[in-house]
């Protein structure tokens, strides 16, 4: 007989920021596949690379290679798992399109019960000096208006409908509370989601509804060239830079049974990288 431990079987997941396959978000779904959940993808095609050729190493090219993937790759590997899996691709610095991602989640599977907002995107490059209202905006936009309206509309849901035990977990940076140089919008971006989750916490506390943070060091998801990676390894305690899975177990453990005492609070799952 099968044991439903982390208590996630057959509850509704969305998981913004899924389409690269070797993406967090794209982990995170197949975590929750194994737990048997329902799972609700969005995704945003970025870029496509202006060469035909796949790169063969990790670094920018491969990495914007990967965003510009359609969900399809990702939604197939999570239905191997014998689970239900759909999704919707959009973009989430239009205001409009969270109220949208919802309604098609809930018309797809029902009430949505776990809420992940991974989406993200930054400027490399940008600096204070070199700032612009575009190198503000877009992060803005996407990395903190679009986590306050995913919250604000997948709480008002679950309220209205009387349901308890929900929870939503918003993916960090462990470099927030940090210098971000380089992409000075990206890590203020961040640190603002921290905070407006520390008041969702307590504001959706009374509904029955958890906030959580979980903050990744230097992970993995094609973007981190052969260089940087060793002088990294250098830096973290575990030796290693993470790999997507190890978010997506944390993420996993957030949304849990066994986490339904814990709600505000900030988890860097990074292998040592910052203490």
């Known amino acids: 007989m099968s044991i439903d431990l982390f208590g996630l079987k057959d509850k509704v997941v969305v998981i913004t920021g899924a389409n690269n396959p070797c993406g967090i978000g794209a ?4 975590g929750f596949a194994r737990q048997g959940a329902k799972i609700f993808l ?13 790169p063969e190493e990790p670094g920018t090219e491969l990495y914007q290679y990967y965003n510009s993937l359609p969900l399809n790759n990702v939604l197939e590997k999570i239905q191997s798992y014998g689970v239900q899996a759909d999704g919707l691709e959009g973009d989430l610095s239009d205001p409009l399109f969270v109220k949208n991602l919802f309604d098609k989640a ?5 009430t949505v019960h776990v809420l992940i907002n991974n989406a993200a995107i930054g400027n490399t490059g940008d600096t204070i000096l070199s700032s612009t209202q575009k190198m503000f905006d877009l992060p803005f936009q996407v990395n903190t208006r679009a986590t306050l309206l995913s ?5 008002k849901r679950l309220i209205a409908k009387k ?3 929900g929870s939503i977990v918003n993916i960090s940076t462990d470099g927030a509370n940090s210098p971000y140089p380089g992409e000075v919008s990206y890590g203020a ?3 603002a989601i921290e905070s407006y989750s520390r008041s969702a916490a307590h504001e959706f ?3 029955g509804i958890r906030v959580n943070i979980v903050c990744p060091g230097p992970v993995q998801t094609g973007w981190i060239d052969k260089n940087f990676e060793e002088s990294l390894k250098q830096m973290i305690p575990l030796g290693t830079i993470g790999d997507p899975a190890e978010i997506a177990d944390a993420v996993v453990f957030m949304t849990s049974h066994q986490a339904r005492w814990i709600t505000g609070q900030r988890l860097w799952v990074n292998g040592g990288f910052r203490m």
């Open 163 to 165: 349901e308890k035990n």
């Open 189 to 191: 971006s961040k640190l």
């Open 205 to 207: 506390g009374k509904y």
């Open 27 to 30: 982990a995170i779904a197949e």
């Open 151 to 155: 919250m604000a509309e997948y709480a």
């Open 106 to 110: 809930e018309q797809r599977f029902g």
């Open 42 to 54: 969005h995704g945003y095609l970025g870029p496509v690379l202006k060469s035909k050729n796949i």
